[in-house]
């Protein structure tokens, strides 16, 4: 079976840096996804870890540890703008993500 | 470049009446196509996913059903909907793009409430 974890909520600053943590047991992995949900929206990809390490892009690093089932995005100089759901969801065999509960996080000034 | 075309955007229908939502993917050719189900304050649900016309996998035994009459065209439909199946319906489509560069890409969805 599959089993994803995260925080239910978050909050932080503007200007600061967030992370959220994922931790996940699956039979298969192929891969880790993180997405951005706005509220009333669909989720936006952020990206997709397959190997340990970590990931930059921009304001947003993902990070992921295969051997301890464990990934974490991080958020750098949050704006008002990030506050959100943060999606993590992991892709077993067959290409199928398996979607956690999300986090959803509240940036405040 | 890919797009995906989800309609319609709401819906509001009664109890026990059919469904029909349309999901089409454009600028790919044989993708892996995706309905997921999220309902208020939770999770996004696998329904069905698709890996080729005609060849259709359910995740969820429930009272709906999908088809993929084409290749970049997935339907999900119901014969007499419940109200637990009011929600945000989403299709997706999976670019597998090898070992770094997997990616799914989201639907604008639809917002279903059932009365």
């Known amino acids: 079976g599959q089993n994803i974890d995260q925080p239910t909520e978050m909050t932080a600053t503007e200007g600061a840096i967030v992370q959220i943590n994922c931790t996940y047991q699956t039979s298969g992995f192929n891969g880790l996804f993180w997405y951005q949900q706005h509220a009333g929206e669909a989720p936006t990809f952020l990206s997709y870890?397959?190997?340990?390490g970590l990931e930059e892009k921009g304001r947003f690093s993902s990070f992921l540890s295969r051997s301890k089932g464990y990934s974490y995005l991080l958020l750098k100089e949050l704006q008002m703008k990030d506050s959100a759901s943060y999606l993590c969801?992991?892709?077993?065999?067959?290409?199928?993500?398996?979607f956690g509960r999300g986090t959803s996080l509240i940036v405040h000034p | 470049s890919q797009t995906i075309h989800q309609w319609p955007a709401t819906l509001v229908q009664p109890v026990g009446s059919p469904l029909s939502l349309e999901c089409t993917v454009e600028?790919?050719?044989?993708?892996?196509l995706y309905w997921y189900r999220q309902a208020a304050g939770r999770g996004l649900q696998l329904l069905f996913y698709?890996?080729?016309?005609?060849?259709i996998s359910s995740e969820v035994p429930q009272n709906l059903s999908a088809s993929r009459p084409q290749d970049r065209q997935f339907i999900l439909s119901s014969k007499k909907l419940l109200l637990s199946d009011s929600g945000f319906y989403l299709c997706?489509?999976?670019?597998?793009?090898?070992?770094?560069?997997?990616?799914?890409?989201f639907g604008p969805g639809t917002r279903l409430t059932v009365l």
């Open positions: 997706a489509w999976m670019s597998l793009g090898g070992a770094r560069t997997d990616t799914q890409y």
């Open positions: 600028g790919t050719s044989n993708p892996n």
């Open positions: 870890n397959v190997l340990d």
């Open positions: 698709s890996v080729g016309i005609g060849q």
């Open positions: 969801a992991v892709e077993g065999g067959s290409y199928i993500p398996t």
